[in-house]
C-alpha cells in the first residue's frame, strides 16, 4: 500500500487529536477523528478551524472530516493509530485497539507521561507500539463555540520512536513536523521536565507566558526540576534537551531575573498569549489530571532511590485538591505553593 493511500485514525481526538488529525487532513492524508459524542457533534455541525503561532489559519468543512464516536466503526480501518487520550484513559483505549484494530496497525502514542507507550503495549499483544512526544501546546475553544478551533500555540517537532520506516514521511505535513529520535525514553523524561510547570499553571490559573515571565512561579519550577533532575540522575536517567537548553541548565536560567530570564529565554517564551496547560484544561473542565504520570513519576523514581522531593509532593497535594474540589484552577499565588525564601523575590 502505498504511504499516502494509508489510514490514520486519530484514537481520542481533543486538542492534540484534532490539531494532527486536521494538519494531516489539510495535507490530503486519509484521516478518520474518534472523537467523544460532544466533539463529533460540533464537528459534524460546523467542521474544524486549525490555526497556528506562525498565522496559519485554515477551515475544514465537515463533510471533507471523517469523524466517529463509535470504536468498532473507526478502529478497524487504521492502518496507523495515534493515540491522543489522557494518561487516564491509556488502558481503556488499549483495550478498545485491541478489540477493534488489525494486529498490523501500527500504534503511536502522542501523550505527556513517561509510559504511556509501555500501558499500551501491556495492553496490545505483539502489535507495534511507539513512543511520540508533542513539544507544543494547543489551545481549544470553550465548549460549545463553533466552529471547534484548535490553535498550536507554540512551537517544536514532534519525536516519533525509530522504527516504523515511512512513517515520519507519512505523519509530517504543514504545520505538524515530525522527526523519528532513536532514544525516546531520554526525549519522554525531557519532555517531563517542562510539564512539571503544567501543574504551575493550573495553579494559578496564568497563562503559561504570564506565569513564567514572573520569577516567583519559575523559582518553584526551578525546585521541582532540581529535585527531578536529582532523582533521574540517582535512577541512571539521562533527560534529552527539549527546546534548546541542556536539561542541567534549566534551573539555572529559569533563577534568572526577569530581564535577563526575558533575554536568554526568548524560545521558551515564544507562546500565544492564551496558551496554558493540559492540566489547566482538565482542572477548568472538572477532569482528573495527569499529575500521577508527570510530578507522580519523578515522586516514583525519588522514592526509590532515596532522594529528596518536597516541592513535588506539595504541588501534588495542591493539584489533587484541586482536583477533588472541582471548581477550577483554584487561581493560587506563588506564596501559597511555597513559602517565600529570604531575600529578594523578584527582579
Ligand atoms: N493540550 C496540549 O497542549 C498538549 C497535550 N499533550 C498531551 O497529549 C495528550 C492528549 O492531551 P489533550 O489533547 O490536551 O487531551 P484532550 O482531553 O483535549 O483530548 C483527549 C480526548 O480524548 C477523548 N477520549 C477519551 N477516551 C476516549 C475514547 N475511548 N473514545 C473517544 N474519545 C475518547 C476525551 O474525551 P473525554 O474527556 O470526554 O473523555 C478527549 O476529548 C495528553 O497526554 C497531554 O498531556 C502534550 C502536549 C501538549
Ligand atoms: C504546555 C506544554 C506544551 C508543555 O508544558 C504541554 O505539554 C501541555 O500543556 O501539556
Known sequence: MANADKRIVIAGAGSIGCYAGGCLALAGRRVTLLVRPRIEAALRQRGLRVSDLQGRDRSIAPEALLVSAD?????????????????????????????HARPGAVVVSLQNGVDNA???????????????????????????????????????????????????????????????????KAVLWGKLLMNLNNALVA??????ATELADRRWRLIL????????????????????????????LPKVLRLPDWLFRLLARRMLAIDPQARSSMWDDLQRGRPTEIGELQGAVLGLAEKTGTPAPLLKKVTALVRAAEAERFGSPGLAPEQVVAPPDGPRSA
Do not use: C, Y
Open 118 to 184: 509501555d500501558r499500551l503495549r501491556a495492553g496490545l499483544d505483539g502489535r507495534t507500539v511507539l513512543a511520540g512526544m508533542v513539544p507544543f501546546n494547543v489551545v481549544q475553544s470553550p465548549d460549545g463555540a463553533l466552529p471547534l478551533h484548535v490553535h498550536r500555540a507554540s512551537d517544536g517537532k514532534v519525536m516519533i520512536e525509530d522504527g516504523d520506516a515511512g512513517l515520519v514521511s507519512l505523519l509530517a505535513v504543514e504545520g505538524f513536523a515530525v522527526e523519528a529520535h532513536g532514544d525516546m
Open 203 to 208: 495553579l494559578s490559573g496564568l497563562p503559561l
Open 222 to 249: 526551578a525546585g521541582q526540576i532540581d529535585e527531578a533532575l536529582n532523582a533521574m540522575k540517582a535512577s541512571g536517567i539521562e533527560p534529552a534537551r527539549i527546546g534548546g537548553l541542556r536539561p542541567a541548565l
Open 71 to 99: 470504536p468498532t466503526v473507526a478502529l478497524p480501518q487504521a492502518d496507523v493509530i495515534l493515540v491522543t487520550v489522557k494518561s487516564g484513559a491509556t488502558q481503556d483505549m488499549a483495550a478498545l485497539i485491541q478489540a
